[in-house]
């Protein structure tokens, strides 16, 4: 059983910069694909990136590819999400998340057995 905290969510500027953080405890989390979702109110929830077991390999939503970074710490137990560039239909509350399988198509949330309780960003035009 994997529990999942999500942190450093906030209110931001349009075009500035924030870093999600995943805290991880309970498991492996070296077993572990990793990634991020959003949701904006009204909106289902919605990929956003994925980052494999080591960190060596991640996939990007288009809306967010080049913006976006995602990234992981094994031996901190930490998943990273750093938002750059941040546009006003980036708002939404964005979650971790976490499985045993890692691939390109990783990208509903029906595929995804551990989730955290997300996390608020607003970006303001």
């Known amino acids: 059983q994997v529990q999942l905290a999500e942190s450093g969510g906030g209110l931001v500027q349009a075009g500035g910069s924030l870093i999600l953080s995943c805290a991880a405890s309970?498991?492996?989390?070296?077993?572990?694909?990793m990634a991020w979702f959003r949701q904006a109110p009204g909106k289902e929830r919605e990929f956003v990136a994925v980052?494999?077991?080591?960190?060596?390999?991640?996939y990007y939503a288009d809306s967010v590819e080049g913006r976006f970074t995602i990234s992981r710490d094994n031996a901190k137990n930490m998943a990273y999400l750093h938002l750059n560039s941040l546009k006003p239909e980036d708002t939404a509350v964005y979650y971790c998340?976490?499985?045993?399988?890692?691939?390109?198509?990783?990208?509903?949330?029906?595929?995804?057995?551990?989730w955290g309780q997300g996390t608020q960003v607003t970006a303001s035009s």
């Open positions: 998340a976490a499985d045993g399988v890692f691939g390109l198509n990783r990208r509903e949330t029906r595929q995804y057995k551990y």
């Open positions: 980052i494999s077991w080591s960190g060596a390999r991640s």
């Open positions: 309970g498991g492996t989390f070296s077993s572990y694909a």
